[in-house]
């Protein structure tokens, strides 16, 4: 079976349409978390992830934008991002926001206990898996071979056996267009990966980001396609959020 791996969208419709367009045949979507926050179609996004079917899994985003806060925890959140969240609560329709609000917390098995799908981390839900000693905690905290997580909107992750963790990130051969790059699963290893962020990447690279996932093939391919980012800015200008949620795309920071 062959997965399409999808992570933190944030209400970013081209980006999550290119996605669509350039994946290659699957059975299955995994989708790990923030659908909307940060991003000007969280309507049009939610029912396009929902048509998909597959797995969701919620992000700290899908949580605030449909109320599901623990006291206090808004304020956690920075000033554009408390902005956004804001904006998204009252534009959202309520069979959305309901949706969201019902969405399951990781970790979600889609393969039995050979793959985790989380969205921070499998301890923490909201822990952002940045550094290889949480990663090692990761591992420690989960049974699974395959551990899958987002929150970071970066394209990278671990390999791990009993002698050695070692840091894998994605080598593409072109910055402009569509690309992939293919890492073939070693048997005696266990993996942490991140698909990447399809609606607001943070690794210096604007395009949509997304991930394969091939059980048979024993493959995980990362892949970056460019998108119609002009057209995801003027929305989210249009719709009066702040500004740097705009030009943020175009530099993928
Ligand atoms: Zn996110």
Redesign the pocket.
Known sequence: MRALVIS?I?ANLPALEAVLAAAPQYDAVWNLG?IVGYGANPNEVVELARSLGGIVVR?N?DRACSGNLRYGEFFDFSQHARYSISWTRKALREENTKWLSRLARGPVRPLGRKVACVHGSPQDEDEYILGGEVAREAFRASCARIILC??T?GQYGWSSNRRRLDLLKPDFDSRTGAVRFELPLRTGNRYLLNPG?VG?PRDHDWRAAFAVYDDNEAMFTWHRVPYKVLTAQRRILRAELPEILATRLRDGT
């Open positions: 933190d944030h923030d992000g985003h987002g929150h909107h962020s607001q």
